[in-house]
């Protein structure tokens, strides 16, 4: 079992619904249905096949949620799909054999579930940011307040809109807004205003926050590490930062082909160490509270090839989290990494 499965598996829960030979297809074919927690099916969500930890083919869910992919040929893939306001989705397929795009294979069938994010949370401590605002900008923003609450985002947008129009700083209708567009995955819209909520107030890093997270549904996950190291920059205290770069570099490192050349295998190897600095930073942060940090360096030490690492990391997620609804699943990926660590061995 691929370990990035394992990882994603724990942070956001992914049912695999079905597994029939279709004899009829041409190439291995996965069908999958995206919906999110609360059982609504999620369209125009962004859908990205990786293979061998680059990615393989793209897609976008339609008005029903649904995507597939077709016409594949190898035996294992991974399935990792992104949308605004949810935290990113991912499940490993796995076919029997390998084919070509001409003859028949097998089909696959998975659902994704996602997860919405946190609200938007409150400054943090020690943070004074003090605006005169019009009485007029206030009510308006007071009256998005409601609306986003009960997610009614349409009128909440144009309520944040409106104290705008009486006072184009206004920073928390800015940031709100923002929130607002993202979740409604009109992304650029969203980061503009984001860029004009910095400009007013430089120091709040849930500014920073939002635009990484954005950058990863993007798939940039670069810039998204980036963004999150500043994040971390100016609250040092809060471990998702360093947690979030580690995880968009990882993300980073599968996209790159070490084997294209020498500078891109570099590139590989410098975002994956990179990668590790930030997970351990986000584990001395919160040594018992993100315990999820083990599943992300045990993926990033299978990437590396560093199989026996990778399964010492998931041994001490199960140690810590002994009763996880897939214990059993993380342990049989123990064995099989205990396992190919000692073939490579014994050739």
């Not at 900008?137 to 909440?156: C, M, Y």
Request: proline share 5%; net charge positive; charged share 25%.
């Amino acid at each position: 079992m691929n370990v990035g499965r394992i990882a994603r598996l724990i942070l956001f829960p992914l049912v695999f619904l079905s597994a029939s030979f279709n004899v009829f297809s041409q190439g291995h074919t996965i069908r999958g249905k995206v919906r999110n927690s609360a059982g609504m099916n999620v369209p125009r969500a962004t859908v990205v096949l990786e293979r061998n930890g680059a990615m393989a083919d793209q897609t976008v869910t339609n008005n029903e949620g649904d995507f597939v992919f077709s016409g594949l040929t190898d035996t294992s893939y991974v399935v990792i799909v992104s949308a605004a306001d949810y935290d990113p989705g991912r499940e490993s397929v796995e076919f029997v054999r390998s084919t070509d795009p001409t003859s028949p294979g097998e089909s696959r069938t998975i659902e994704i579930t996602l997860n919405s994010r946190e609200a938007v949370r409150p400054p943090r401590a020690g943070l004074n940011f003090v605006q005169d605002v019009p009485q007029a900008a206030r009510d308006a923003f007071d009256s998005g307040i409601k609306l986003t609450r009960v997610k009614r985002r349409v009128e909440a947008i144009a309520a944040y809109e409106t104290a705008l129009k009486y006072f184009p700083d206004y920073f928390d209708a800015r940031f709100l807004l923002a929130n607002e567009l993202a979740a409604m995955e009109r992304l650029d819209e969203a980061i503009k205003h984001l860029e004009k909520a910095r400009a007013v107030n430089p120091k709040d890093d849930r500014v920073y926050d939002l635009f990484a997270r954005i950058m990863a549904v993007q798939g940039k996950y670069a810039v998204a590490a980036r963004v999150y190291a500043e994040a971390a920059r100016l609250n040092p205290n809060y471990p998702y930062y360093p947690f979030s770069q580690g995880t968009a570099l990882i993300d980073q490192a599968s996209l790159i082909d070490p084997s294209k050349s020498s500078a891109a295998a570099d590139e590989r190897n410098f975002a994956l160490a990179e990668a590790e600095k930030a997970l351990k930073q986000a584990q001395q942060l919160a040594p018992r509270k993100l315990a999820e940090v083990h599943l992300q360096l045990a993926r990033l030490y299978e990437k590396k090839g560093e199989k026996a690492r990778a399964a010492d990391e998931l041994e001490q997620y199960l140690r810590k989290n002994p009763g996880v609804s897939n214990a059993a699943a993380i342990r049989d990926a123990v064995k099989k990494l205990r396992s190919a660590t000692v073939n490579k061995s014994n050739p």
